[in-house]
């Protein structure tokens, strides 16, 4: 991706990919994956923050004999997902009003 991706911006799509169902890393890793290119290294910064702001929870479950951890969204965190789908909402509409409104008078995408 060309564009910088910010602190906020990676919160929003873990906290997202958590609000469907509890998961684990690796799987949240995949999921954003699908949008931008993450790496493991990257997510557990992201998770530490989002636990240490009260957003997530952790828990963990016995998988294949080994433990693996959870995390689960709380009711702050979904709240903190409300404010960053406006925020995202707003941005994108101004965003793509530019895009749209030069591509409409035949000039050349930013």
Do not use: C, H
Request: charged share 30%.
């Amino acid at each position: 991706m060309v564009f910088p991706v910010s602190a906020a911006l990676l919160d929003s799509l873990v906290l997202s990919v958590v609000s469907r169902e509890d998961t684990y890393g690796y799987k949240i890793t995949q999921e954003i994956r699908e949008a931008m290119e993450m790496s493991e290294s990257t997510l557990y910064p992201v998770l530490r923050r989002l636990l240490k702001g009260g957003f997530l929870e952790s828990y963990d479950r016995e998988y294949m004999g080994r433990n693996r951890r959870y995390y689960k969204i709380t009711d702050a965190g979904r709240e903190q997902l409300n404010s960053y789908q406006a925020e995202w909402d707003l941005y994108k509409t101004k965003i793509d009003k530019l895009l749209i409104f030069n591509n409409e008078n035949g000039s050349e995408n930013i």
